[in-house]
């Protein structure tokens, strides 16, 4: 099909998927040249990308572009995300990951969004870069995922545009294909010319993601055998843990705290504070014989002797 000249009004609407790297924020800023441009965030419950959800808002705010968050960490859509995490279609990366089902589910999520708006929004884009990740930005992969996602034709990743297929947007003038790039490859140096030139701000590359640490993965995966709640994955992010995370010992007074707010807002399992300085421990049940292991490793783990703990139920 002849491309049509572009059309030099906003007109066209596009969805980014937002991770709030680097990346995702270049594509924003390419796609405001020419599109009116929204952006979607996925509040994952094991970290969200480069950045955290105020970052995302700090962006939004800062850039005057409009950003639509979808809560995982909790409810039905924690279980959604749990039941990929457990089986993924496509398996996992380095560490428990299932990068390419994430995206996939993230994008389904992002199109059903999308068709909801009134006009629908026709364009959903992404900040993927071809071979930037090992695992889900390769050729196959991002073929993969833009046909498991429903969205043949329709998903434009502005970065690397002109190294893949032209999408109905660009094949109809809604975009202007010679305003996208070609980039490629784990390299950061044209992003980073590119942040210059848009005086946009970044996190720094990598990180984010819990999955992909092979010391997190290794208390998650004994939980994937049963039903995790979003307690569990509150617990998993902090301290010591002992007897398949059924009892947590805080590292230090910061921890300690959170697991204090952890216990009092869920209401749920024992919570056992030294009066002497001390890790505290939350033991998941009323077992007797973990909550005395509980004191064992809180005492095995206090540089004072503990003469009193203070239980909470």
């Not at 965030?41 to 969200?48: I, M, T």
């Not at 010391?215 to 843990?241: A, M, N, T, W, Y």
């Amino acid at each position: 099909m002849k491309q049509l000249k572009p059309k030099q009004t906003k007109s066209a609407k596009v969805l980014v998927l937002f991770s709030g790297g680097l990346d995702s924020r270049l594509a924003v800023k390419i796609l405001e040249e020419q599109a009116g441009v929204k952006c979607i965030y996925f509040s994952l419950p094991f970290g969200s990308g480069c950045c955290n959800t105020n970052c995302a808002l700090k962006f939004s705010l800062k850039e005057k572009t409009k950003l639509k968050i979808i809560d995982v960490t909790k409810g039905k859509l924690l279980q959604e995300y749990l039941a990929i995490l457990k089986k993924p279609k496509y398996g996992y990366g380095t560490g428990c990951n299932p990068c390419i089902d994430c995206h996939i589910w993230m994008l389904k999520k992002a199109k059903e969004y999308a068709e909801k708006q009134k006009p629908k929004i026709q364009i959903i884009a992404t900040g993927e870069v071809l071979g930037e990740r090992p695992m889900s930005q390769h050729r196959k992969a991002l073929d993969i995922i833009e046909q498991e996602s429903g969205l043949s034709g329709r998903l434009l990743r502005p970065l690397s545009a002109k190294l893949l297929p032209e999408t109905l947007a660009e094949k109809k003038g809604l975009i202007d294909r010679s305003k996208l790039l070609n980039i490629q490859g784990r390299g950061r140096k044209t992003q980073i010319e590119l942040a210059k030139k848009y005086k946009i701000d970044f996190p720094s590359p990598g990180g984010g993601c819990l999955l992909c640490e092979p010391e997190f993965c290794q208390k998650l995966k004994p939980l994937l055998e049963s039903k995790i709640e979003e307690i569990d994955i509150q617990l998993l992010k902090v301290g010591r843990h002992f007897e398949n995370s059924q009892i947590v010992l805080g590292k230090n007074h910061q921890e300690n705290f959170e697991l204090e707010r952890i216990h009092k807002k869920y209401k749920q399992g024992i919570l056992l504070v030294p009066e002497q300085p001390g890790p505290t421990a939350f033991v998941k049940t009323k077992d007797k014989k973990l909550i005395e292991q509980a004191k064992e490793l809180m005492q095995k783990y206090s540089k004072h002797k503990i003469e009193e703990i203070k239980k909470i139920k």
